[in-house]
Every structure is written in C-alpha cells, then in structure tokens.
C-alpha cells in the first residue's frame, strides 16, 4: 500500500510558476514510476508527465512540453512537477500517481495508487 499526499498547489497568474510535490508513504518509494495527471472542470482526466523509478527518463504531454519538468528524489520519497509559463488552460486538479507496471505511463491505468489531488488555478 502507497499512500500518495500532494502539495503546492494554488493561484498564480499566467506565465507565473508553482512546483507540486508528492509525497509517498513506504519504502519502495523507488520500486514505482511516477506520474502527474490533471482534470480540469467539465473535462475528462488527461495525462500530463511521468518519471521511471530511477528518473532516468521522462515523457511529457505535448500542451505541457517545455514548459514542466518532473522531477524525483527517491530519498525523501518525493516526486515533484515543475510548471513554469503557466497558462489558464493549465487550471486544473493536479493528481499524482504511481505504479509499478507501468510501460508507457500515459493512462491512468497503469497506475496503482493514487493522490487526493492539489487544485492549480491560473489566473488570465
């Protein structure tokens, strides 16, 4: 069992930065990859970057690219995302999730567990 609490969410301006962070309970926290999923109101869950167990590689979804940076540090049992040059189609419910089967890491499904969520509001 993994237990998933994020944080760092909030309101910012367009073109402003927030970095969210996941903390994860247990000592495998390595054993998982990681990803970061938002849900924006009225819209269906999108995927929006993952990070293998030991980060050595990372994919991002195409609205985000260039602009978020996710990040681990499997010491403190934390994932982080990076969101710079925010934009308010970037308003959303930011969820993080891990799993240990994961292939490609872009659906939901491949993940075992789950986050509460951390609300990111952008301001235009």
């Known amino acids: 069992q993994v237990l998933l609490v994020e944080s760092g969410g909030g309101l910012v301006q367009a073109g402003g930065s927030l970095r969210l962070s996941c903390a994860a309970s247990?000592?495998?926290?390595?054993?998982?990859?990681m990803g970061w999923f938002r849900q924006a109101p009225g819209k269906e869950r999108e995927f929006v970057a993952r990070?293998?167990?030991?980060?050595?590689?990372?994919s991002y979804a195409d609205s985000v690219k260039g602009r978020f940076t996710i990040s681990r540090d499997n010491a403190k049992n934390t994932a982080y995302l990076q969101m710079n040059s925010l934009k308010p189609e970037d308003t959303a419910v930011y969820s993080c999730?891990?799993?240990?089967?994961?292939?490609?890491?872009?659906?939901?499904?491949?993940?075992?567990?789950w986050g509460q969520g951390t609300r990111v509001t952008v301001s235009s």
């Open positions: 990070i293998s167990q030991f980060g050595a590689s990372t």
């Open positions: 247990g000592r495998a926290f390595g054993t998982y990859a």
């Open positions: 999730a891990a799993g240990r089967g994961v292939v490609v890491g872009t659906t939901a499904h491949e993940y075992d567990y």
